[in-house]
């Protein structure tokens, strides 16, 4: 049995190697490109480097990691943090930015994107043009939050093989299992590829971003996939921008963007009005929505629309080594614009300060109060409605029953002493 065992593991061995090597033949005949390895790194490999570079740059950079459970099903969260600062008071005055990679598996090409990003912040890789004085002095002006791989249950089976895989480990995808517009199904739904799951926020990973946005706060959102060459702004569930001054700013930057870092070639808008079809339960819908991040976006950092359906590598990934360095110096450059963008809004907001001495501007004020409205409406009374809304209530109907039962009380008691005052002052001698 052990040598036929033996021969056994070769010959998978061997198919492994011709399939990595030369790519394969599909159901239709046409050939499907493997991961290039020389190109992308394992997901264990990647975090082993970002590993690296936080341990390596500890006065900037730290990571946790966070989990969920349910039903048997985990999910983890690496976080990595930028920060030149580490006092708390420090990083609630800054320009914050919560940046995700990796929602869907098979987009290798943007965890790629997150790595290249913390070896720039961390000042170990360089981007081209840029003066790095005024470049240190964005950056000590913002915190960024990094989510490298937000879906890497999934990531794990599009290494073992399943190239086209974009949901999580349990076959749901994780921009359509947020709240807003949940579960609305289209004419042209593919209950593969949208599985929404079984209510808003059934995953462990769609819980964890959730509950990481509404603790961070941030002024800016991405959530950075491939596919095609677009950058958007809200909605994703219908077909229209935000009205007023946030749309405006959302688009502004968007636009410059569009010009500055991708060629011209992006498309810009909503994500439901520009793609052709919408999407319901997304994560920036959400973001814009509920947590009230006044800068919410999804970037589409890569596309390849010759490629066959089946051919998902190289539908969504560079397969050369020059397209592969083009896709991530254009968009680490693009980060570096929302960067610089994010810290005129500061400036702005202390020029303001200067200007109008006994008020105080802060920057959910300078937001025409938006991220004020988040906080009182949202924030942290979305926490208590999740957790402890039911606990209350019970509490409050038992104390509303007890009152009664006391008023109740008092009153008999107090018509038995009136009657027995009466009766004794009619019949006076009566008890003695
Ligand atoms: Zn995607």
Redesign the pocket.
């Known amino acids: 049995m052990a040598p036929r065992r033996g021969m056994l593991a070769l010959a998978v061995a061997c198919a492994q190697w011709l399939v990595f090597v030369c790519g394969e033949e599909n159901d239709s005949g046409s050939s499907v490109t493997a991961i290039n390895r020389d190109l992308y790194h394992s997901s264990d490999d990647l975090m082993e480097q970002i590993e690296g570079l936080v341990q390596r740059h500890p006065s900037v950079l730290s990571m946790e990691t966070i989990e969920a459970a349910n039903k048997g099903y985990s999910g983890e969260l690496a976080v990595v943090t930028y920060s030149r600062s580490s006092k708390d008071s420090d990083q609630r005055s800054k320009f914050r930015i919560l940046l995700s990679f990796g929602?869907?598996g098979r987009?290798l090409i943007t965890t790629e994107l997150a790595l290249r990003l913390l070896s720039v912040l961390s000042g170990e890789q360089f981007l081209a043009n840029v003066d790095h004085v005024s470049l240190n002095r964005t950056l000590d002006k913002l915190i960024i939050k990094v989510i490298p791989v937000e879906n890497m249950n999934g990531r794990k089976l599009v290494e073992a093989g399943d190239l086209c895989e974009?949901r999580n480990g349990r076959g749901v995808d994780l921009?359509r299992n947020w709240s807003v517009d949940w579960g609305k199904k289209e004419k042209d739904y593919d209950p593969y590829e949208e599985n929404p799951g079984t209510a808003p926020f059934s995953e462990p990973e769609a819980q964890l971003m959730r509950k990481l946005s509404i603790a961070f706060e941030p002024h800016v959102w991405v959530n950075v996939?491939?596919?095609m060459e677009a950058l958007f702004m809200p909605y994703d569930h219908k077909n229209t921008t935000p009205d007023g001054l946030l749309g405006q700013r959302m688009r502004y930057l968007l636009e410059k963007l569009n010009v500055l870092h991708c060629h011209k070639r992006c498309m810009v808008g909503s994500g439901g009005g520009s793609v052709g079809y919408l999407a319901h339960g997304t994560a920036t819908d959400y973001m814009y929505e509920v947590v009230k991040v006044p800068m919410a976006f999804t970037f589409e950092i890569y596309g390849d629309g010759s490629a066959s359906s089946k051919d998902c590598f190289r539908m969504f990934n560079p397969t050369d080594v020059r397209t592969f360095n083009r896709v991530l110096n254009d968009w680490s450059a693009a980060f570096f614009t929302i960067f610089r963008s994010g810290v005129e809004q500061l400036d702005q907001i202390n020029s303001n300060r200067s200007s109008i001495s006994d008020k105080w501007v802060s920057i959910d004020d300078y937001l025409s109060g938006y991220l004020m409205e988040r906080r009182s409406r949202y924030g942290k009374k979305l926490e208590v409605l999740d957790f402890g809304m039911q606990e209350i209530r019970t509490y409050f109907r038992l104390f509303l029953l007890s009152s009664v039962l006391l008023m109740f009380m008092f009153c008999s008691r107090i018509s038995k002493t009136v009657v027995v005052d009466r009766l004794s002052l009619r019949f006076p001698n009566t008890s003695t």
Do not use: A, M, Y
């Open positions: 929602q869907h987009e974009r921009n996939h491939s596919g």
